[in-house]
């Protein structure tokens, strides 16, 4: 039943993501595949949508404003001579001379709390994150090759590992601060 399902959505899919992404900012592809990702949750646990065109249509469009909001929030490299890790403030910068031990321990200890996070990730997830947070500043090409993944799946599997990333440390954050 999926396949059929499958079969006969991907024109559709392929018709409607080509249309929705260039207004969203993204890939084709991109799109296409979060929309398969979304349909496969939604067989799991309510099973297939009474109409599967409408629905398709609507996951698009969904898909695709979730990319512009994305997309509207997300900041571009204010310096480029910082790599992505200085950026995310996990590497100390080159001077450290304005910087007093505390903050440095301080740095430090938040760094190796989200490495441990990111090992705790299930899946890929923290090979993935680990090549994206590489100093070696690898292309998504490079990083699809080395974890034998797609370069299509790379967005999309990198917002799902930051989403678990995301859940795993409020929780923690929750779970330390004192009540009352």
Excluded: F
Excluded at 97 to 121: F, I, S
Excluded at 149 to 156: D, H, K, R, T, V
């Amino acid at each position: 039943m999926t396949h059929d399902l499958v079969t006969v959505l991907r024109p559709l899919l392929t018709a409607e993501a080509s249309a929705e992404a260039h207004a969203s900012g993204t890939e084709p592809g991109d799109l296409e595949q979060a929309v398969w990702l979304r349909l496969l949750e939604r067989l799991d646990s309510d099973g297939p949508p009474v109409d599967p065109q409408g629905w398709l249509r609507r996951a698009v469009r969904s898909e695709a404003r979730r990319t512009r909001r994305t997309t509207r929030r997300e900041r571009r490299y204010e310096d480029e001579a910082a790599g992505p890790a200085e950026l995310a403030g996990l590497t100390e910068p080159a001077d450290d001379r304005d910087r007093g031990h505390e903050q440095l321990a301080l740095a430090a200890a938040r760094r190796r709390a989200l490495y441990a996070a990111v090992r705790r990730l299930p899946g890929r997830c923290p090979r993935l994150l680990a090549a994206l947070l590489s100093p070696r500043d690898l292309t998504y090409r490079e990083i699809a090759s080395e974890l034998g993944i797609s370069q299509g799946s790379l967005g999309p599997e990198r917002s799902r590992c930051l989403g678990c990333l995301r859940r795993l440390l409020v929780a923690e954050v929750a779970a330390r601060e004192p009540r009352g």
